[in-house]
């Protein structure tokens, strides 16, 4: 059984998955412009894809999410800090840096 901060983690990494997916997916493509620049937009897939991954490896409670967990903070804080460069997605900023927190908390 997972412990209650874990089960927190897990949530805020789905979270941020969905918000930097569907942020990217709809806001960043009908912007255009910078929020479709590649670095910006292959940031944003990756910060997806690595919340989806640290949530997994902590689900199926492996001692190794505490690496994806680390990865996961690093990775977030990035994209919060480049979402909030370009502007207009103060949500994606918010769930990231979120995540970043939970994750390096997890990763400790």
Known sequence: MLSAEMTRCVET????????????????????????????????????????????FMLVNTPHHKHTCAECAEICNECADDCARIGGMDECVRQCRACAQSCAAMAA
Do not use: Q
Request: charged share 20%.
């Open 13 to 56: 990494c789905l979270k941020c998955y969905a918000t930097c997916l569907e942020t990217a997916m709809n806001h960043c493509l009908e912007a255009g412009g910078k929020h479709t620049e590649p670095r910006h937009f292959r940031l944003m897939m990756a910060c997806a894809e690595i919340c989806r991954t640290a949530a997994h």
